[in-house]
């Protein structure tokens, strides 16, 4: 995807975040069938981003890790589910990474598609909030590691352990994870709901976008005084800008390779 590494202050540059390597080269092949379409005027159609049912679902599996939290502890006492209480809220909650891995895997492969629709101020916006509940969720594993190795060493005896019982401080952590992913994940539901309202033209088409880089140009040679997060933001644009029109063009040369193939063997077949 299009992002910018932060601003190195000895080499003096950015530098490209190859996260888009990430992506297969099959998937690259398959988006030249449903890239974006030229209408009859020559701007690009908008396309809206499909992550809210991704969202919410996470969402509703916060909800229900949290849930099970409080209930697994009532209904399995004395391993009556087959395992001890926190031992099965520890696995359920290890089997939760791996499905908010995959929503992360989907949130950017979809950012992918939406970045080269043209749309680079929604990336920016976006590429921060929505890593974070998957970052939540690993660093909430190594708390419960940590918490739970904690509880092994000191808390020998089935009974409380200081003023809290055992499963009580499993509850505490995976409500403070819980609670800090829902802000991020309604924050990134509220921004993607209002992305595919707005239905705006793609940025790279937006006079605004390109009056904007073209008097960046000129600004950055002006002598005096210049904000370093205004410069910082402008470089990051350019190089945005830059990258989506690398992009751009190599896909439109794929297309016209594809094209002409298919043309000549057309006239072959005719002839």
């Known amino acids: 995807m299009v992002s910018l590494s932060d601003t190195s202050r000895h080499s003096g540059g950015y530098f490209f975040n190859d996260e888009q390597n990430s992506i297969n080269t099959s998937d690259t092949e398959e988006l030249l069938r449903d890239h974006v379409a030229l209408t009859g005027d020559g701007d690009l159609v908008f396309r809206r981003i499909n992550t809210v049912w991704a969202i919410v679902c996470q969402i509703l599996l916060s909800i229900a890790l949290l849930t099970g939290s409080f209930i697994i502890p009532v209904f399995c006492l004395h391993s009556a589910c087959g395992a001890d209480d926190i031992a099965l809220v520890i696995y359920i909650h290890g089997g939760f990474w791996f499905i908010f891995l995959a929503f992360d895997r ?12 043209g749309y680079l101020e929604f990336y920016r916006r976006t590429k921060n909030i929505r890593r974070m509940p998957f970052l939540i969720t690993s660093g909430g594993n190594a708390l419960l590691l940590i918490v739970t190795r904690i509880l ?6 089935p009974g409380k352990c200081s003023l809290l ?3 009580n ?3 505490i952590v995976i409500a403070m994870e819980t609670a800090i992913m829902m802000l991020f994940l309604i924050m990134y539901l509220a921004r993607t709901i209002q992305f595919n309202r707005r239905q705006a033209h793609p940025d790279v088409n937006q006079d605004e976008m390109l009056s904007s880089f073209i008097q960046s140009q000129s600004q950055s040679s ?17 190089a945005d800008m830059i990258r989506y029109l690398k992009q751009h063009n190599s896909q439109l040369g794929k297309r016209i390779l594809a094209l002409t193939a298919q043309n000549n063997s057309l006239s072959v077949s005719r002839s």
């Open 222 to 238: 002006d002598i005096g005084f210049r904000d370093e997060n205004y410069v910082d933001q402008v470089l990051e644009k350019q």
């Open 165 to 167: 019982r055992k499963e």
């Open 152 to 157: 092994d060493e000191y808390c020998h005896k």
């Open 106 to 117: 989907y949130y950017r492969q979809q950012h992918y598609v939406n970045r080269l629709n």
């Open 169 to 171: 401080y499993i509850q």
